[in-house]
């Protein structure tokens, strides 16, 4: 960019001045690629990207947080050395100046925000914990699945199970039965390790699909595999409050980062050796 990214005091901008460093001239390209990343193919979503491209580049709007984080995906800003916190700064800037009537552009208005998360074992007394835990290493000592599984966490840090040799029992590496499910953004675990990324539910106060259905839309990942966590609940603005949802689990298998949308949701997972 001919300016320092410190040059630039408005984030739409800076939006722009990174659209075209990007090769992004006009938004049709651009309006492409988020259609694509967002999996929007309905008629009429093409020309609803671009108006909106459009309207932020000129910053007649502000886009909402979930469509601020699919632009910074789009534009690869986390490759730019130094352009990332500027670009976060000037956009918290923006969203406090931000009118209350100005529209969402779309947003779904389920919250994208992760959920304070439940530790592995939630809702079990301290000794009840410790003796399901100690169930488990017998049963890895006796060729199980699962030789050692982080029962109690601290609060905000999501259930992270380690998963070792042996057959299949069927049984899920994180079972998150009657827990609130989190929703993870950003994601760094270690070969082996496993986590609740998210959950799916279906409409308000029903039960959600079966895992074969969860799994048959699930993205294929070259760095690690999808698991059923069992039937918990989100809390879904648009249905009022909690509602049933299946966990999805990811298990690491190889290092490496992986970057794609989960129910409308950004996520980024990366692996680390």
């Known amino acids: 960019m001919r300016e320092s990214v410190a040059d630039f005091v408005e984030w739409w901008r800076l939006f722009d001045a990174l659209c075209t460093e990007r ?50 995906l789009l534009l690869r800003v986390e490759d730019m050395a130094g352009v990332l916190p500027h ?30 998360i439940q530790p592995a074992g939630a809702g079990l007394s301290v000794g009840r914990q410790i003796a399901a835990a100690v ?58 390790q496993s986590v609740v990324i998210h959950g799916e539910r279906s409409l308000c106060g029903e039960q959600p699909p079966p895992w074969e259905a969860v799994a048959h839309n699930l993205p294929s990942l070259a760095i690690g595999v999808w698991s059923d966590g069992g039937v918990g609940f989100r809390i879904s603005n648009s249905c009022g409050g909690p509602t049933p949802a299946r966990a999805v689990v990811f298990t690491a298998t190889r290092s490496g980062e992986e970057q794609f949308y989960l129910y409308a949701d950004p996520v980024t997972i990366r692996v680390e050796e």
């Open 23 to 72: 090769g992004h001239v006009d938004n049709g390209q651009l309006a492409s690629e988020y259609c694509n990343l967002t999996r929007k193919q309905a008629n009429g979503a093409y020309e609803a990207a671009l108006k909106s491209l459009n309207n932020w580049r000129q910053g007649l709007h502000t886009p909402s947080r979930r469509n601020f984080r699919i632009l910074t």
């Open 87 to 116: 670009w976060n700064l000037l956009y918290e800037e923006a969203q406090r100046r931000k009118p209350p009537s100005e529209p969402e552009n779309g947003e779904q208005r389920e919250s994208l925000s992760a959920a304070p």
């Open 135 to 192: 169930a488990l290493v017998a049963l890895g000592a006796g060729g199980g699945a699962i030789v050692t599984l982080n029962m109690v966490q601290p609060r905000g840090v999501a259930a992270v199970a380690v998963a070792g040799p042996g057959p299949d029992t069927g049984a899920p590496i994180i079972d998150m039965t009657g827990q609130r499910i989190p929703y993870r953004e950003h994601t760094v675990v270690k070969t082996g």
